[in-house]
C-alpha cells in the first residue's frame, strides 16, 4: 500500500479485500450478508472503540449497492460522539445515508448546532459540510443565524465554508438572502482566496434571487475589477497557480458575477469593459486552463451591454476555439456560437468557414452541432455554396442525423432559392441521397412545388424519369416521380425539352417503368398507389385505343389485390373505363397549379371546393383531422387520388 | 437567451471504473436511494459507451455531464445548465491531483480500500458541490491535520484502555 497520512482501517480494508476475493455475485451477496449481521452485532454493542470501523464498512457495503439503512441511526448516534474519528464517518454516514427527505435527518440538527460553534475548526467544518450538502428547508431556517455569525466572525478556514453553507441555505430558502447581504458584502475585502471565491460564489447567488440585491451590489464591480486586475497582472502566486493563470477558479467566479451585474445596465458594463478586453488579450489560451477563463470572459462579454469592438473580440476568441486541436474547445465554440448567431449573425458569418468545415469532424457531437450552425448561417447571398457543403454533408453523415440535416436543407431551400429549377433539383437531390428519411409531407410540398413551376414541367419530368430507370428503392422520389409522369407525361414522349437533353420513349417504355413499380417487392402500397394512378392518367397524344388496352389490363390486375386501397382504386378505375367512358378525358385533364396551405398541400385529397372556405373551415377547433367526403359520387372519382 | 435565474450547480460526481462498478458517489441535490441509483446506472452507462475521441461533455436530460478517464477510473460531474464545462474539466483534474499527492500515484485500488479517505478530500475541496479552496497546499495541509487529530483521539482512546486494564 502506498504511503498514507493516517493509518488504514485495517478491518475495513479486511472486509474489502474479503468482498472483492468473491468470484460469483452469489458468493458476493453471501460474504456482505454475513458482514452486514456482524455490523448489525457492533451496533447493538455498547461503545467497543470500534464504531468508526463498523460504520465505515457498512458505507463501502451501501456504496456497492446494497441496503444500509439499518446504518442510519448509527449515524445520528457517532455525530453527537465527542470523538472526533467517530464525528468524522458519522458524518459521512449521514451525508451517504440520510437525506433531508427523511425523518432521521432532523435528528441531527441539534448535533449540528453544536457542532458549529465547537472550539475545534475541524470538527465545525464536518457541520459545515453536512449542511451545505444536505440540509433541509427546516434545518437552513433553523440555523442560518449561526451561519451569518459565523460568516463575521471566526477564521478564514471557517468563513470560507460558513459563505458556501450560506449559498446552499440560500437555494434552499430564497429569503434567507437578506440575512447575509450584509456579511457577504464586507467579505469582498478579504484577501484569503478561499473567502474570497466562497464571498463571490455567494454574492453571485443573492443577485440571482434578488433584484433590489443586485442592484446594491452593482457598487461592487470596481472593487471586482480591481481584484481581477490583481489576478491577472500582478506577480506570480505559487500557491494558486495553475500552469500559468492565477486562481482560474477564482477567475471564473468573478467573471460570472460580473456578467450578472453588467446585465441590462450601461454603467456597470462601462466599469468593467477594459478588464475584460485585457483579459480576452492577455489569458494564455495554450491550456486548457487558460481556455476555460476565457471562455467565462466571452460569455460576459456577449451577456452586458459591451462595445461592439469588445463583442467582435469576443467572437474572434471563438472562432479561435473552432480551430483547437481539442475537441472539447471546438464543441465549446459550437454551442456558444449557436447561442449567438441570431444576435450576433455578421460576426459569426465571418467563422463560416470554420463551422461548415466542422461539419467533417469526427466527435458526433460537434458534426450535429456544426450542422445546427451551419443552417443557421444559410442566407440568400452564400445559399448556393452552403447548399453544396450541407448535400456533400448529408451523402455521408451519421444516420441519425440525417432527418435533421433534409428537413434543415428543405427549410433552407425553400426561403433562399435562387430559382425554382435550383429548388427542385436540390430537393430531388435530397431525395435521392436521403429519401428515406425526409417527412411525409415532402411528397405532396414538392408536388405542389412542381406544379407551381410551369415552364419546367418537361425539364422536371426528364429528370425524375432518369431517376425512376436508375432507382426505385426510395420511395418518396418514385412517388413524386410517378405523379410527374402520370401528369406530364405527354411532355416526356414529346422528345423534345429546353432544359435539359430529352428522352426518347415511347409510351410502351414509360408504362414499362410504371409496371416496373408496381410489381416491385420494393414499392410500399402507398407508391403501387401512385403508380397505379399514374398509369391510368397517361395521356397519350395519339387515339388512345392501342394503350388503353394495356393500361386497362395493369388496371384490372390490381382490382383483386389484396392490398384494398389498391383494389378500390384499380376497380373504380376499371369502371371508368367501362361505364364512363366518355368522361374519362375530363376526368383525367392536367390538374390545376396546387396552391400552398390547400388541403392537397398536406394530406394529399382534394375536396375540389374554393381553398378559402376549407381553410377557414381548418382553423375551427373541434374539425375533424381527415375532411369530409362530398356526397356525389361520381365526383369522388376526380378528388380521389390527386397526389 | 439566458434565463434571468441562471443555473451554476454541480448537482453530483461520481466515480465508476471502466466496468461500471461505482467507487464514490456525492449528491448535492435531495434524492431518493431509488432515483440515485437509477441516474447511475444510466449515466454510467451513457459514458462508458462513449468511444476514446469523443468529447468530455455530453448533454444528458436536463444537465450537462463533463467527464474524464484517468487510467482505470472515470470522473463524472454532473453541472446546470449555465455552467462552464472547461472549468469543471479543471475542478476534476484539481480532484485528482490532491488525491494523487496525498496517495502517492494514486490509483483506483487506493480509492477503493480506502474510499472514506475520498470522501474526506472531496469535502475538503468541494463544499455543496462549489469549489471551497482553491490553494492546493491549502486543502492537503486541512487534510493532515484532520488526520492527526483522527490519530490523536484513537490514540488517546488506546491509551484510557490500557490505564484502565493496568490498574484491574
Known amino acids: 500500500m502506498h504511503h498514507t497520512a493516517m493509518s488504514p482501517s485495517v478491518p475495513l480494508q479486511e472486509m474489502i479485500r474479503a468482498i472483492r476475493s468473491a468470484r460469483t455475485q452469489c458468493e458476493e451477496r453471501g460474504v456482505i450478508q454475513r458482514e452486514c449481521a456482524a455490523i448489525r452485532a457492533q451496533f447493538r454493542q455498547s461503545d467497543n472503540g470500534g464504531r468508526s470501523h463498523n460504520l465505515a464498512k457498512l458505507l463501502y457495503v451501501h456504496m456497492l449497492g446494497y441496503p444500509a439503512h439499518f446504518g442510519q441511526m448509527e449515524c445520528v448516534r457517532m455525530i453527537a460522539s465527542p470523538r472526533y474519528s467517530e464525528k468524522r464517518v458519522g458524518y459521512l454516514g449521514a451525508m451517504m445515508l440520510l437525506d433531508e427527505k427523511q425523518d432521521a435527518s432532523l435528528l441531527i440538527t441539534n448535533s449540528i448546532k453544536n457542532d458549529l460553534s465547537h472550539s475545534n475548526q475541524y470538527v465545525q467544518s464536518l457541520a459545515l459540510c453536512t449542511l451545505a450538502c444536505m440540509g433541509s428547508a427546516e434545518m437552513c431556517r433553523d440555523l442560518a443565524p449561526e451561519i451569518d455569525r459565523l460568516l463575521r466572525a471566526s477564521n478564514s478556514y ?51 434571487r434578488n433584484q433590489e440585491t443586485l442592484e446594491r451590489f452593482r457598487k461592487t464591480v470596481p472593487d471586482l475589477v480591481q481584484i481581477m486586475k490583481g489576478l491577472v497582472i500582478s506577480g506570480y502566486s505559487p500557491e494558486h497557480d495553475v500552469a500559468g493563470i492565477s486562481d482560474p477558479f477564482l477567475q471564473v467566479r468573478i467573471l460570472r458575477l460580473l456578467r450578472i451585474l453588467g446585465r441590462n445596465n450601461e454603467g456597470a458594463s462601462d466599469a468593467m469593459n477594459d478588464l475584460l478586453a485585457q483579459v480576452a488579450t492577455n489569458t494564455d489560451s495554450t491550456k486548457t486552463v487558460g481556455n476555460a477563463v476565457l471562455y467565462e470572459t466571452v460569455l460576459t462579454v456577449l451577456h452586458i451591454k459591451s462595445e461592439s469592438g469588445l463583442r467582435v473580440l469576443a467572437v474572434n476568441i471563438l472562432g479561435r476555439f473552432l480551430l483547437n486541436n481539442d475537441r472539447n474547445i471546438r464543441y465549446i465554440a459550437m454551442i456558444s456560437l449557436q447561442k449567438i448567431v441570431g444576435t450576433d449573425h455578421n460576426a459569426v458569418q465571418r467563422h463560416r468557414g470554420t463551422i461548415v468545415d466542422c461539419l467533417k469532424d469526427q466527435d458526433a457531437s460537434v458534426k450535429r452541432r456544426a450542422l445546427d450552425l451551419s443552417l443557421a448561417l444559410v442566407s440568400a447571398s452564400n445559399v448556393r455554396s452552403m447548399m453544396k457543403e450541407l448535400l456533400l454533408f448529408l451523402s455521408s453523415c451519421p444516420p441519425e442525423l440525417r432527418a435533421q440535416a433534409a428537413s434543415g436543407i428543405f427549410n433552407a431551400a425553400e426561403r433562399y432559392a435562387p430559382s425554382q429549377r435550383w429548388h427542385i433539383d436540390t430537393i430531388l437531390h435530397v431525395l435521392t441521397t436521403a429519401g428515406g428519411d425526409v417527412r411525409d409531407e415532402t411528397v405532396p410540398n414538392l408536388i405542389q412545388l412542381i406544379t407551381n413551376a410551369s415552364e419546367l414541367h418537361c425539364y422536371t419530368v426528364h429528370k425524375l424519369y432518369r431517376a425512376l430507370l436508375t432507382d426505385i428503392s426510395q420511395q418518396s422520389l418514385v412517388q413524386v416521380a410517378c405523379w410527374c409522369i402520370g401528369e406530364y407525361g405527354d411532355l416526356l414522349l414529346r422528345g423534345e425539352c429546353q432544359e435539359t437533353e430529352p428522352v426518347q420513349v415511347t409510351e410502351d417504355d414509360v408504362l414499362d417503368a410504371l409496371e416496373t413499380v408496381l410489381q416491385s417487392h420494393m414499392s410500399s402500397p402507398a407508391t403501387r398507389g401512385f403508380a397505379l394512378t399514374a398509369t391510368m392518367k397517361l395521356r397519350t397524344p395519339l387515339s388512345l385505343t392501342a394503350n388503353t388496352d394495356r393500361i386497362q389490363s395493369i388496371v384490372s390486375i390490381y382490382g383483386s389485390c389484396i392490398d384494398v386501397e389498391l383494389q378500390q382504386r384499380a376497380v373504380e378505375y376499371n369502371a371508368l373505363f367501362r361505364k364512363y367512358d366518355h368522361m374519362r378525358a375530363a376526368v383525367l385533364e392536367r390538374m390545376p397549379v396546387i396552391e400552398k396551405n390547400s388541403p392537397g398541400h398536406t394530406n394529399g385529397e382534394s375536396t375540389g371546393e374554393p381553398i378559402k372556405d376549407i381553410q377557414t373551415l381548418k382553423v375551427k377547433q373541434g374539425e375533424p383531422l381527415l375532411p369530409q367526403q362530398p356526397a356525389n359520387q361520381v365526383l369522388t372519382l376526380t378528388q380521389m387520388h390527386v397526389v | 437567451m439566458f434565463s434571468l435565474i441562471s443555473s451554476f450547480q454541480m448537482q453530483f460526481m461520481l466515480l465508476f471504473s471502466r466496468q461500471g462498478k461505482l467507487r464514490l458517489q456525492k449528491w448535492y441535490v435531495p434524492l431518493s436511494d431509488k432515483e440515485k441509483k437509477k441516474i447511475t446506472r444510466e449515466l454510467v452507462q451513457t459514458v462508458l459507451a462513449r468511444k476514446p475521441k469523443m468529447c468530455s461533455f455530453l448533454e444528458w436530460r436536463d444537465l450537462k455531464i463533463v467527464y474524464k478517464r484517468y487510467a482505470s477510473l472515470y470522473f463524472c ?43 474526506f478530500i472531496l469535502d475538503e475541496f468541494l463544499l455543496g458541490g462549489e469549489a471551497q479552496e482553491t490553494s492546493k497546499k491549502n486543502v492537503l495541509k486541512a487534510i493532515e491535520q484532520a488526520d492527526l487529530l483522527q490519530e490523536s483521539f484513537d490514540e488517546q482512546l488506546h491509551s484510557v484502555l490500557t490505564t484502565v486494564t493496568d490498574t484491574l
Open chain 1, 158 to 208: 471557517i468563513k470560507k465554508k460558513a459563505a458556501l453553507c450560506a449559498v446552499h441555505i440560500v437555494r434552499k430558502v430564497h429569503d434567507l438572502g437578506e440575512l447575509f447581504t450584509p456579511a457577504a458584502r464586507s467579505l469582498l475585502a478579504e484577501k484569503n482566496h478561499g473567502v474570497l471565491h466562497g464571498a463571490v460564489v455567494l454574492i453571485t447567488e443573492l443577485c440571482e
Open chain 2, 77 to 119: 460531474c454532473a453541472i446546470e445548465d449555465q455552467d462552464n464545462e472547461l472549468i469543471t474539466l479543471e475542478i476534476i483534474h484539481r480532484y485528482v491531483e490532491l488525491l494523487d499527492k496525498y496517495f502517492g500515484s494514486v490509483c483506483e485500488l487506493d480509492i477503493i480500500f480506502n474510499f472514506e479517505k475520498a470522501y
